[in-house]
């Protein structure tokens, strides 16, 4: 196959291994080396719970035009391990090339101990099924028989050839660079510049200069190696360099909402480690000093406490002060954290959680993807009070979304949960750069001078914090609703009142008088109310495609966005009607807002990454629609547009149940 004829810059690459042995690495580099040379990148990692041994791969696609989310088939497959080759060889597409260890092809699936049980029946039912041995090349042969081709390369051969030339035979140390020479192995069958993976090598190991060095040659010595002893013509697909967009950049899902917390001027982040949340906490600790700008202090303290229930007390101790301050964690740590959340609730405080769901429930899949947590975030906690909930759907998204909630935590004086989850969290992305002209900071009613206090707010030894503050509009019942009261930092002379967890009077005495508590809940609850009246439309739901009546409408929310919008694109270019309204205030349902999109379309298709369809539910609930169609997924790996796309053609085609569920994923 010419160059000519090949697919160019449109391609989807997996590189696999043992936990520990530089997966990631790899694929950093890759998805680095890509986007310096002008290419849109979406990545994503998946690995198990355990440190070190198990399957780890790491999926990255590459396209010329905006992509945003993963498919399932393979183009290019790159292993130096066996278990990478007997879970994803047969995945590999026709014209694809899988890049692999020449020693690995004798070794029989019985003798690769981290393969579990019911995957090692699949394969040998597979295998027995076709013909071909039990063995990692009887997977190969497999692979070949579908026209995929072979490129074996004798990794430790060439390291050892290449420690000669270097004169350093220490190779415990340089078997660590197998990583980087499967992946140029790889970037030379497909046409890619060696200077421009030379660069992406460079950057990703920018703090070890020597070790830099060290990889870049190792890669051109496997690089040159791979160009001189195998015949790409056979491989469909090829990668070049383009020039590169100004206004783009590369970013990891574990930074996006940690930059917006440093942009919205987060002071202080509280966590217990874990996964995936300790991502957040950990990049926020390595940038706690950040280089002052215009206006700009620059500084924030993170502090990993004993457990979730001190990090949430701490972070509110912290908002309290006047700080802006948040926890992040995941499901198990958010059920540890709901009581504090309720005295949060109680005490009017701004506090912002960001929650990185998870697989579960108990310890679930502790590194694998669920949307389950929905229902949680809304109901959590004994009692009522108010909170807001909401959701970003990706990586851009994520960080501008940042410093919203903040931004409505400090207004509307109350918890807010970010719902964020393990795809975002553990993707990569290519964006447009963070703009800075779109960023608002609002701190709502902040008194932080004694000479703010007026006269009916209380006096010197008595502020009225929690005020009763009647509004002109009357509510259904005929009776009037409450504005919020201004809240003053923990120390202002003349502005002392009290905290505490029991119901409360204006200055924050405990009482029990049922006419206070009667109005206090109705102040506390009426701030839903204020909330839904000032958050804008567009951060309440938005609408993506053809609005028209006749339209296919989908529904969700959180990261099955990208597959979304992909898998749209591409029925649209196919002549199909389809719309996708993406949820993303959750609580205070918007009940307006949803009405106004969905509420005269006939066909409605949910789609969630959840057993129970938890989004669905809240619709019914709030405005008694019910969907149509229900696609849901909850094996703990990320949805892909492909998976949209094939569910939506079979509803579209009339040809699909109720309730379809998604099952890929290795």
Known sequence: MSLTNKVKNSLNWLIGGAQGSGVDSAANIFSRACAEGGLQVFGKR???????????????????????????????????DAETLLRHAGSVVKGGGIVYDSELADVKI??????DDAFRDRLVGLLEKVGKPLTVQGVLDYA???????????YFQLLEEFSTKIEDHSLSKLSRMVNVMSLSSSMALLGFPFETLGSAIRYIFRSKPKIADLNVMAANYAYEYTKTHHDASGLAFSLTTKKPLPDVILVQGNQSSALGKLTAGCKFQTYYPITPASD????LEANEIVPQGEGKDGSILVLQTEDEIAAITMAIGGALTGARSATATSGPGFSLMTEALGWAGMNEVPIVVSLYQRTGPATGLPT???????????????????????????????????????????????PVIHMLDKAIANSITTCKIFDQQ?????????????????PDLGHASHYRRFKLIRDNKNNNNGEANYLISPRVLLGTENGIFWNTGDEHTEEGHITEDPEIRTAMMDKRMDKLRIAIEQIGDEDKATLYGIDEPDSLTVISWGSTKGAILDAMDRLIDEGKKIRFVQFRLLNPFPIERVRTLIGDHKQLVDIEMNYS???????????GISMDHLIVKYNGRPIS???????????????????IVLKHGA
């Open 613 to 623: 369809s938890q989004l669905a539910l809240l619709i019914s609930e709030n405005i």
């Open 144 to 154: 070949s028989d579908n026209d995929v081709s072979l490129f074996s390369i004798p």
């Open 368 to 414: 694998r993807h669920e949307q389950g947590d929905l229902l949680f975030a809304t109901k959590a906690g004994h009692g009522e009070f108010p909170r807001i909930v909401f959701a970003s759907g990706d990586i851009e998204e994520s960080y501008y979304d940042t410093i919203k909630v903040f931004n409505f935590a400090e207004k509307f004086q109350m």
């Open 280 to 283: 957040d906490s950990e990049f």
């Open 46 to 80: 998946e690995y198990y719970s355990n440190i070190k041994g198990e399957h780890s791969y790491f999926t990255v696609r590459i396209s010329e035009r905006e992509i945003r989310s993963h498919v399932d088939e393979i183009n290019m497959l790159v292993s130096f």
């Open 110 to 115: 019985g003798e690769v101990p981290t393969l």
């Open 438 to 454: 779109r960023i608002l900071i609002d701190r709502g009613l902040l008194m932080e001078n004694v000479s703010d206090i007026s």
């Open 641 to 659: 547009s492909s998976e949209v796309y094939n569910a939506l053609v079979r509803i579209i085609l009339g040809e699909a149940p109720r309730r």
